[in-house]
């Protein structure tokens, strides 16, 4: 009875060393391993369009120097569903984590049962027990420790995923108020279009009053004033629908109650930096090298279904026939013949570290395409830019003088719409290079990996 006695102070004891001492996973890829995974995608020394060299900065938000647009980015980043979901996404995968984890714990439950029996000859007997059960897997293989180790880094892969949406969700942001605030100087520009075209329409017609025109020239000019008129409402349509987008994106009622100002300045060129840097700066790949190291560990524990597992398990209570009672059992068990579970297991959880290898692959040839893309679009919007400046000039220059030779009786009012239609387009035209400018401007700045603000996230692969 004395030995029964001292079984379950030792058993609590044991857990409770097991318990304080806990299980502390650090989900950083060691240095040779980020080494090997980055030498899978060969990396040149610097960008074919590089043409600013120097450290990728971060506040890029700042350099456009408007302070509604910081405002609607610090709104966004509170209120937008994706960017709450995304967030739920990490407290998911670290409450997995931690359960996973509790497997290397003992399991301490409380038992206890009844049972009434009755006889005709002897009456009701009763019996009943109240047990303190522990349960224990030993991890000597270590087969918990590399779920638990692929859970964090699950979790750490979520982490990134999660700046990367910040990270996007300000660049959405900013090039939708580009784009509102370019959908809303078109719509200006269309009605001064509207106002000169009544104008005209209303010169027109006291010409052919007075016998000095034609109504040739007359149903033309109401035509064009009508057109003009189709245009700024379509300009109109445009900029409602665009300022509603933007009002969802940052988690307001669609109410087409924002009100952009006009586009800024296009800021001065940004350094790049060089490709290496990129791998452990954008959130996205620094993800994808999570997922591998996920998928390796995960690896590893399947492969340890092979080996035989181990329990040990305690019991001490209370009994209504014996004043106490006390147990403890070790248990084996190996798999011997399974039809072949255990081998497509591996193979599954083996393609499922290929693909993440693969897909880390793809995500930096990504990365290095959309830097590519944004350099070369940066050179070649200024040069159309340029172009398009000289257009709007010269058509406005042409447009007036046209229209002053027709008012002295030189040329047609075709000659007149005619070099008109062209400044129109020309304008309309710049404004939208204009736009294109910045919106290339923040893809840069998201490519490069380059924060919005002054704050750097703790996401990078630590193993450099």
Request: proline share 3%; with cysteine; hydrophobic share 40%.
């Amino acid at each position: 009875m004395q030995t029964r006695n001292r079984t379950l102070p030792v058993l609590l004891s044991a857990a409770a060393a097991l318990l304080l001492g806990g299980c502390a996973t650090d989900a950083v890829m060691p240095k040779e391993d980020v080494v090997a995974l980055q030498a899978k995608q060969p990396h040149p020394t610097h960008y074919a369009s590089s043409y600013v060299g120097g450290k990728v900065q971060d506040n890029w938000l700042r350099t456009f120097h408007d302070s509604t647009l910081n405002q609607l980015v610090r709104e966004a980043q509170q209120n937008n569903p994706d960017i709450k979901i995304a967030a739920e996404r990490i407290t998911r995968a670290e409450a997995i984590m931690r359960y996973t984890g509790t497997a290397m714990m003992p399991q301490l439950n409380l038992q206890g049962n009844y049972t009434q029996r009755s006889w005709e000859a002897q009456g009701k007997h009763g019996r009943g027990n109240i047990v303190l059960a522990l349960n224990w897997e030993p991890d000597i293989w270590g087969k918990i420790t590399h779920q638990t180790k692929r859970d964090a880094f699950t979790m750490a892969a979520q982490s990134a995923y999660y700046e990367w949406a910040r990270q996007s969700l300000s660049a959405n942001t900013a090039k939708l108020w580009f784009l509102v605030a370019s959908d809303r100087m078109i719509y200006e520009f269309t009605d001064q279009v509207v106002a000169i075209q009544t104008k005209a329409q209303h010169i027109l017609d006291q010409r052919a009053k007075i016998g000095q025109g034609n109504m040739r020239d007359v149903h033309m000019s109401r035509a064009m004033v009508a057109e003009a008129k189709e245009n700024r409402t379509a300009a109109l349509s445009v900029k409602e629908r665009d300022t509603r987008a933007l009002e969802v994106l940052i988690g307001r009622y669609p109410a087409n109650a924002l009100h952009a100002k006009r586009l800024p300045p296009v800021p001065a060129r940004v350094p790049v930096g060089v490709p290496a840097d990129l791998l452990n700066r954008r959130p996205d790949i620094i993800a994808a090298q999570y997922q591998v190291a996920s998928a390796f560990h995960n690896t590893k524990a399947v492969e340890l279904l092979r080996l035989p597992r181990i329990t040990l398990s305690g019991q001490a209570g209370i009994d209504v026939l014996q004043d106490t009672m006390a147990k403890l059992i070790g248990g084996l068990f190996m798999p011997i013949f399974d039809a072949g579970a255990i081998q497509a297991q591996i193979d599954a959880a083996t393609a499922e570290q290929k693909i993440a290898i693969e897909n880390y692959r793809s995500t930096v040839l990504n990365a290095y395409q959309e830097v590519e893309n944004a350099l070369a679009l940066e050179k070649q919007l200024a040069t159309r830019y340029n172009y398009i400046s000289t257009m709007v000039k010269e058509y406005k220059t042409t447009y007036n003088m046209t229209k002053a030779n027709y008012e002295i009786g030189q040329g047609t009012y075709i000659d007149v719409l005619t070099v008109q239609a062209k400044w129109i387009n020309a304008q309309i035209l710049k404004l939208q290079i204009h736009k294109d400018r910045l919106v290339n401007r923040v893809n840069l700045h998201l490519a490069l990996g380059g924060s919005f603000n002054s704050h750097r996230s703790a996401f990078s692969s630590k193993g450099k």
